[in-house]
């Protein structure tokens, strides 16, 4: 094993992932700076056989699985949608209300114009029949005069 970083006690065991659980052999400085393989001891070996230590290795390394943090994601992604939703729902309010005021005005701008026409309309129906009534009166005078003047 490289240098170690921790202090060595006797009955200590170190994990090493290419050599599994091994008794920690270094005492003293005399042995810091030359490696050492330690050996797995019998004890040891019953350890890396353990099929309840191998299971939970396979849960530590096994990322954990919660049924809540993916419900949780699911009902965040949900309200962001809805929250998107309401968001758009408000400008399209907006929107439409504007349109609205747009609509009402073209409206008004109608009636105004429809009103202008239907007053102009009616001088000039005023007008046709005061001509109408001019020129029958001129009309009957003139039929009387040429009635009373002499041949």
Known sequence: MAEEKFLAFKGLKQYDPGMGWAQVHQFGDASIGKEETP???QASSEVLHDPLLGELFEQLNRPAQDDL???WKVIAGSVSLLSQRMNQQRELRKRLSTIDVELDALR???LKDLQEIQRSADQQLSMARLRAEVSSL?????ASRL???PP
């Open 108 to 110: 008004n701008t109608i």
């Open 69 to 71: 943090a993916q419900n």
């Open 39 to 41: 050996a797995i001891p």
């Open 138 to 142: 001129a009309q009957a005078r003139l």
């Open 147 to 149: 009635r009373n003047s």
